[in-house]
């Protein structure tokens, strides 16, 4: 399993950005998704989850609810965040990753025994200006 991120980079407050994760060694058929982001000296976030592409249910953290959407593109086995609305305190360093499609969205999220399962891209910096 590899996964691949991009898409970061230095916005103005009120922008918009897209970050892909370009998965390989395995498909969206039974895989499940998630983006997290991690500020130095705090605990790294789950912000956004989705199932694999049969459910595609999805789970928001409270932080970014209205904001974000994450999404799969199963045709290039691509899990996208598009980012509305950009804020200084969404300044992170932001991750991807996968596990199988076993628990629930908010538990992928959420729960750091699941995020310890769960296989990892390398981050992507996000940085908002005010």
């Known amino acids: 399993l590899q996964l691949v991120a991009s898409g970061g980079g230095l916005v103005k407050s009120g922008g918009s950005l897209r970050l892909s994760c370009a998965a390989s060694?395995?498909?969206?058929?039974?895989?499940?998704a998630g983006w997290f982001r991690q500020v130095p000296g705090k605990e790294r976030e789950g912000i956004s989850c989705?199932?694999?592409?049969?459910?595609?249910?999805?789970y928001y953290s409270d932080s970014v609810k209205g904001r974000f959407t994450i999404s799969w593109d199963n045709a290039k086995n691509t899990v996208y965040l598009e980012i509305d609305n950009l804020k200084p305190e969404d300044t992170a360093v932001y991750y991807c990753?996968?596990?199988?499609?076993?628990?629930?969205?908010?538990?992928?999220?959420?729960?750091?025994?699941?995020?310890?399962?769960?296989?990892w891209g390398q981050g992507t910096q996000v940085t908002v200006s005010s």
């Open positions: 990753a996968t596990g199988l499609d076993l628990v629930t969205v908010q538990d992928m999220c959420v729960k750091p025994e699941v995020r310890d399962l769960l296989t």
């Open positions: 989705i199932t694999s592409r049969y459910d595609a249910r999805t």
């Open positions: 060694g395995f498909t969206s058929d039974n895989y499940a």
